[in-house]
């Protein structure tokens, strides 16, 4: 197990009985206020820089937070989580290029 893989048991605590302790509207309530937030405002500044087209992204952000979540509970859960991990970033990326503005010519 590398590093950045947590141990079996940090990853039940954090993944499932947080969860489960605290019940899913708090769960949302946290990862809204501390992930969708930080994305909105990565998002921004990539809508600013003209990397992604201008989009609303309160929605994006809160679509994009809720896939991170669920990515990172498949990875949490599988038999091989680095295969996983690497399935899930190469669907994130795919995913996200969707948002990209057109090259320029």
Known sequence: MDRRTPRPPTRRIVL?????????????VIENRFGAVA?????????????????????????LSGALSEACLY??????????????????????SAFRTSPVE
Not at 40 to 63: D, F, M, T, W, Y
């Open 16 to 28: 499932h009985d947080a969860r489960a302790v605290l019940g899913w509207d708090d769960v949302r």
């Open 39 to 63: 994305l909105r405002g990565a998002l921004r500044k990539a809508v600013h820089a003209g990397v992604i087209e201008r989009q609303p992204l309160r929605p994006l952000a809160l679509l």
């Open 75 to 96: 990875i949490a859960d599988a038999d091989d989580p680095a295969t996983a991990r690497v399935e899930v970033a190469a669907l994130i990326t795919k995913m996200l």
